[in-house]
């Protein structure tokens, strides 16, 4: 079954900088979005991109989609102490309604 | 605007009790409904995807079920709780009609089997 793959499984960075986050997937799809999660609380989605779209920008957020690498980024540009999350891909499935989650990425931004 | 609420937040629960976690969704109708469970610091497990009242499909074999009695309504269930069924218990929702799979999810209920 298709599935994201998160990398880095965690990422540490000093307030200001960007962070980038990728995912990686196995079989074709129609969309990916990606996700955020502050610990112990439920996932807020932040932004979806279509496989026929390549860059989609939504605040401070920049997210890209390479369909021939099967990949796909999230940059988060001048990162807050609040962007501490972790962050999940997730992928369409055999074009149903259901999205398969990646294990994510744990973001800590030091101040 | 919509809503999805869960309750309880928190549950400590013997092995071998019964276990009962309702989902609600306001502001929108006939509503995909999801239950997820997610270990600590892992990803998301689905569970159970409902379409529509009493239209459930289970995703893994496991000790748990789940029922839609109304149209806005998930209730997540076990007859027997098992030391494996501890983790947090994750239910969202998404538009029946469209193009999109964005889901929406409640603020989850972390299970703690003793």
């Known amino acids: 079954s298709q599935q994201g793959e998160e990398d880095p499984q965690a990422l540490s960075i000093q307030e200001g900088e960007n962070a980038t986050m990728n995912c990686s997937y196995k079989?074709?799809?129609?969309?990916l979005q990606w996700y955020r999660q502050n610990s112990g609380r439920g996932l807020v989605h932040l932004i979806l991109i279509r496989s026929n779209e390549r860059e989609k920008h939504s605040g401070r957020l920049r997210v890209t989609l390479d369909t021939s690498k099967k990949s796909s980024s999230l940059l988060i540009t001048a990162s807050r102490a609040a962007d501490t999350a972790s962050y999940f891909c997730?992928?369409?499935?055999?074009?149903?309604?259901?999205?398969?989650f990646g294990k994510g990425t744990r973001l800590h931004i030091l101040p | 605007s919509q809503t999805i609420h869960q309750w309880p937040a928190t549950l400590v629960q013997p092995v071998g009790s019964p276990l009962s976690l309702e989902c609600t969704v306001e502001?929108?109708?006939?509503?995909?409904l999801y239950w997820y469970r997610q270990a600590a610091g892992r990803g998301l497990q689905l569970l159970f995807y409902?379409?529509?009242?009493?239209?459930i499909s289970s995703e893994v074999p496991q000790n748990l079920s789940a029922s839609r009695p109304q149209d806005r309504q998930f209730i997540l269930s076990s007859k027997k709780l098992l030391l494996s069924d501890s983790g947090f218990y994750l239910c969202a929702w998404s538009p029946r009609w469209g193009s999109s799979y964005e889901q929406y999810f409640g603020p989850g209920t972390r299970l703690t089997v003793t």
């Open positions: 502001g929108t109708s006939n509503p995909n």
């Open positions: 997730a992928t369409d499935r055999d074009r149903d309604d259901k999205i398969i």
């Open positions: 079989t074709s799809i129609n969309n």
């Open positions: 409902s379409i529509g009242i009493d239209q």
